[in-house]
């Protein structure tokens, strides 16, 4: 049983451009997020989805952008990268019910704009 | 909207001795759940104990346990007996009836021996 899978581990981009930073789950999971997480800010909410074709806005979302076209996948889109957006990005997902029960994080993206 | 704090950005322990540490949150719901998550230097998150706030009963995990003050949005984390593998950054968190998980900023626990 996989979990949460991210992909890539490592990534260096430079200003201005775009990649897609990959999250799948395999539990059948309907809520999904996106968080950043910065020295002495915690995890922060990017976005956030309900279900396949429901996504919204978290907390910092300008700059990224979500699609949820099936259950398992969540991709995180940067349109243009910039310093700012230099991060250690995480997916998470939680089962039905909201998050009312343990979520599954997966291992973490390390971003670095240059 | 839903918040959390903590307010210990950096705390210390010896070995074998207890520490508290602490959270705040705000919530307009009237059910929600609060969650308490560790993570190591592998940076791998991981559940140590969760409150249903409709349960009086403090959670306990082993030797992790909290006090829940619902009047007071308080939720703190007990671990006794600490150890060397304890080190690690604790994240408070809350799910108040929403579709959003969040997290407080954290607070950077280290055991030294």
């Known amino acids: 049983n996989a979990g949460v899978t991210q992909t890539p581990k490592f990534q260096v981009l430079k200003t201005g451009q775009s990649m897609t930073l990959q999250c799948a789950q395999d539990?059948?999971?309907?809520?999904m997020s996106w968080y950043r997480q910065d020295p002495g800010m915690g995890l922060r909410l990017i976005h956030y989805s309900v279900g396949a074709g429901i996504t919204d806005q978290g907390e910092v979302p300008n700059g990224y952008n979500v699609s949820r076209s099936t259950t398992e996948d969540f991709p995180l889109r940067l349109l243009s990268a910039a310093p700012s957006q230099t991060s250690v990005y995480f997916c998470a997902s939680s089962s039905g019910g909201g998050w009312s029960t343990e979520a599954f994080f997966g291992q973490g993206t390390r971003l670095t704009v240059v | 909207a839903q918040t959390v704090t903590q307010s210990q950005p950096e705390m210390s322990v010896q070995e074998a001795e207890t520490v508290t540490l602490s959270c705040t949150y705000d919530?307009?719901?009237?059910?929600?759940?609060l969650f308490w998550y560790k993570q190591p230097p592998s940076r791998q998150m991981i559940l140590v104990i969760r409150?249903?706030?409709?349960?009086?009963q403090n959670a306990t995990e082993n030797r992790f346990s909290v006090n829940f003050q619902k009047a007071a949005k308080s939720f703190s984390l007990k671990i006794s007996d600490s150890q060397l593998g304890d080190t690690a950054m604790y994240f408070c968190?809350?799910?108040?009836?929403?579709?959003?998980?969040?997290f407080g900023k954290g607070t950077k626990l280290t055991v030294n021996p």
């Open positions: 409150q249903e706030a409709y349960k009086q």
């Open positions: 968190a809350l799910s108040g009836g929403s579709e959003k998980l969040v």
């Open positions: 919530t307009s719901e009237n059910n929600y759940y």
């Open positions: 539990m059948n999971h309907e809520y």
